[in-house]
């Protein structure tokens, strides 16, 4: 009877339809990003749209743009991160807790080269009345929609299996992305192509990660 080679087990296995998907996202993110920069937010239209957003924004709207401001930021989100993987490893145990944690991680930080790379400023604060005053050249990709676009896609990867538990975090998570980017428009921390590239960027890193077979051992893959 022949033996089974656990060495081999651990091998990380190509998954090409990941990585096909990985790199039509990063395509698609970075040709917008490409697209916006070169172009400029006057000629694209975004200048003139944050500028209307900014003078159309009711109070309730905008007070809740800030609460969001902060909860998805770099310095709650990661709470919320925390506590959902605790959460993850009390009920489905490390495995899955730890892969939607990294992998969150992974997506979300995977950003700042883009920031890098794209060195896109800000909208002027003054222009837009901007609710939240961000000085940085770092406009391109927004950071508060890539960490929830990479959480909602991290959680989706981690829990293969559970079908209802998966379908529960597009149904929320898909409109949370949403109402996220949306918010960064209506404080003037971001323009439109910010928040639409976020979230591809974030998941084609995931997706990425999946694709090269660095989630898990062979037989204990996560499926997408």
């Known amino acids: 009877m022949l033996q089974r080679d656990p060495k081999r087990d651990l091998r990380p296995t190509l998954r090409p339809a990941a990585l096909v998907a ?7 993110g970075t040709g917008i990003g490409i697209w916006a920069v070169s172009t400029g937010a006057r000629h694209t239209g975004e200048y003139a749209l944050d500028r209307t957003i900014a003078g159309d924004r009711g109070t309730i709207v905008a007070d809740i743009s800030k609460v969001i ?10 709470v919320w991160l ?9 009920t489905l145990g490390r495995t899955v807790a730890l892969r939607a944690g990294l992998l969150t991680l992974v997506g979300w930080f ?13 909208p002027p604060t003054a222009a837009v009345h901007a609710l939240v005053v961000e000085t940085q050249p770092d406009s391109f990709p927004s950071g508060h929609t890539a ?5 909602v896609a991290a959680f989706f990867v981690a829990l293969a299996g559970h079908r209802t538990l998966r379908r529960v975090v597009l149904l929320a998570g898909i409109p949370l992305i949403v109402v996220v980017a949306a ?6 921390a971001h323009y439109l192509a910010d928040v639409v590239a ?3 960027l974030a998941t084609a890193t995931i ?7 660095l989630t898990g051992r062979r037989g204990d893959r996560p499926q997408v």
């Open 183 to 188: 918010s960064r428009l209506v404080v003037g």
């Open 82 to 90: 925390l506590l959902l993987c605790l959460v993850l490893w009390r």
């Open 198 to 200: 976020a979230p591809l």
């Open 69 to 78: 401001n902060v909860v998805f930021g770099p310095a709650v989100g990661p």
């Open 110 to 122: 995977s950003i700042e080269v883009f920031k890098m790379l794209f060195h896109r400023h800000r």
């Open 22 to 28: 990985a790199a039509v996202l990063y395509a698609l």
């Open 147 to 151: 960490f929830t676009a990479a959480l």
């Open 207 to 213: 997706a990425a990660v999946v694709g090269l077979g």
